[in-house]
């Protein structure tokens, strides 16, 4: 399996404050994506990332930055979090590009108060 | 934009019967196709893909899926479940002019003992 991590795994928060998300992977994939997993919703593209400082937005992007200033790490931010951004949120990477095998973390589970 | 319907957002079935889990595309271009599963309370891992060639594509654990290019579908299969194949289904979807990979809103698969 990848070496994907996430961090933290859980996170309650309230509504209002900045949260900051972490991605890391350790197998030099060039590509980065975040999603949002939610009842009835499946999983949501956020944002994603092609290379360091590559990065473009996904459906639901809206609320929400990222980072991807190395390779292995790739930052998500909610700059004001809001009761509706309570999810899971997972991370994934891939090697050279789509069609390759999406390599996923364990997941977020994020609490807005 | 390329889009995926799972038509079942639930699938009850007995352990040892066969299960066809549903899934319809929609592109104006080519498509890549994939079905990823998800464990409780685990991220998601890949259990197959289509590419090209031949459109009956065998995975892990047992399952296959066919292409249907007419019929715009990518349902998949597994001739006899086991209680270990409880988990969350997710049919994907991406193209050859696209980095973003489009989850659908996946299936719940059940195993009645």
């Known amino acids: 399996d990848a070496g994907i991590t996430q961090s933290p795994r859980h996170k309650v928060t309230e509504t209002g404050t900045p949260v900051t998300l972490r991605c890391h992977q350790t197998?030099?994939?060039?590509?980065m994506y975040w999603y949002r997993q939610d009842p009835g919703h499946g999983l949501r593209l956020i944002h994603y990332s092609y290379g360091v400082k590559d990065t473009d937005k996904g459906e639901v992007s809206d609320g929400y930055s990222v980072s991807r200033s190395k390779t292995e790490d790739f930052l998500l931010t909610l700059e004001s979090a809001t009761s509706s951004q309570t999810s899971v949120y997972f991370c994934a990477s891939l090697d050279s590009g789509p069609p390759d095998t999406q390599y996923f973390g364990p997941g977020t589970r994020l609490t807005v108060l | 934009a390329q889009s995926v319907t799972q038509l079942d957002s639930q699938v009850p079935v007995f352990e040892e019967a066969p299960v066809e889990l549903r899934c319809n595309y929609s592109s104006s271009v080519s498509v890549y196709l994939f079905w990823y599963v998800q464990y409780p309370n685990q991220g998601l891992q890949l259990l197959l893909k289509y590419l090209s060639g031949s459109t009956l594509v065998k995975g892990i654990n047992g399952f296959e899926a066919e292409f249907n290019k007419s019929q715009t579908s990518f349902h998949l299969r597994k001739p006899s479940v086991h209680i270990s194949d409880t988990a969350e289904y997710f049919c994907?979807?991406?193209?050859?002019?696209?980095?973003?990979?489009?989850f659908g809103k996946g299936t719940r698969l059940h195993i009645l003992p």
């Open positions: 994907a979807v991406t193209t050859n002019r696209d980095d973003k990979i489009i």
């Open positions: 197998e030099n994939h060039r590509y």
